[in-house]
C-alpha cells in the first residue's frame, strides 16, 4: 500500500505506521484503525504525543474541512480502541491454540524456539518474570529461537478475562496466523504509548 502523509509532521509514512481519523455524522472524531469507513479522513501518525499535538494545534478540522468534536478524549480513545482491539486478538490467539499459559508451558515454549513472543501481566511477581526472561535468553543463545520480543501491557485481570481463565499472568504467544495478528496489534499499543521494550525483569514502573 502506498504510503499516506501524517497531518502534524506532514511526513509520507506506512500505513502501519498511521492511524486514520474520520468524522462520524454527529461531528464526533472516531478513529478507523480499518481504514473502512467512509468520508474523508485525516492520518496520524500512531503515537500518543502526535494525537495530542494535532488536537493542540487543531489539525483535524482543518483537515477534514468541518467542524469536530471528542477532541478532549481523542488520546485516550484511541487508547481504548488499541487495547479492545489487542485483547479481542489475545481471545482469536487463545481459540486458534496460539497462546499457551502458566510458567512450566511459557518456559518450555521459550527455551525450545517455539514461541514468537511472551506476554506477562503488569502486576506479575518481578522473580516470575526474571524466571521466564531467562528462558527466552536460554532458547535465543542456545539458537533454538531467533528475538522473542517481549510485552508488559495488561494486568492480571485483563489478561484472565481475554483469555477465559483465572488468574493468567503469564503466556506465550505461538507462531501462526492468529499468533502474528496478536503481536502486531501488541507493538501497535506499545508504539503508540510510546514505551521502549520492557528489559529484562523489569516492572513498567522500574526506573
Not at 497462546?99 to 503488569?122: C, E, F, M, P, W
Not at 511477581?125 to 517481549?150: I, N
Amino acid at each position: 500500500m502506498n504510503g499516506r502523509m501524517c497531518i502534524v509532521s506532514r511526513r509520507s509514512l506506512a500505513p502501519e505506521s498511521l492511524v486514520r481519523f474520520v468524522a462520524a455524522p454527529d461531528g464526533r472524531l472516531v478513529p478507523d484503525l480499518k481504514r473502512r469507513l467512509p468520508g474523508r479522513g485525516a492520518h496520524v501518525e500512531a503515537r500518543r504525543e502526535t494525537v495530542e499535538l494535532a488536537v493542540k494545534r487543531r489539525l483535524f478540522s482543518r483537515a477534514l474541512k468541518r467542524d469536530v468534536s471528542g477532541l478532549e478524549t481523542l488520546a485516550d480513545d484511541l487508547d481504548a480502541v488499541l487495547v479492545r482491539s489487542a485483547l479481542g486478538s489475545l481471545g482469536l490467539a487463545r481459540k486458534a491454540g496460539q497462546i499457551v499459559t502458566g510458567s512450566a508451558k511459557v518456559d518450555a515454549a521459550l527455551r525450545t524456539g517455539k514461541a514468537a513472543a511472551s506476554l506477562h501481566a503488569t502486576d506479575a511477581a518481578p522473580d516470575g518474570v526474571r524466571k521466564l526472561d531467562g528462558a527466552r535468553h536460554a532458547g535465543e543463545t542456545s539458537g533454538r529461537a531467533g528475538a522473542t520480543p517481549m510485552f508488559r501491557l495488561f494486568e492480571t485481570d485483563e489478561m484472565s478475562l481475554a483469555l477465559g481463565g483465572e488468574n493468567v499472568v503469564h503466556a506465550a504467544i505461538l507462531p501462526g496466523p492468529a499468533g502474528m495478528a496478536l503481536v502486531k496489534r501488541l507493538e501497535a499499543l506499545r508504539a503508540y504509548r510510546g514505551a521502549e521494550p520492557v528489559r529484562d525483569g523489569e516492572s513498567p514502573a522500574d526506573p
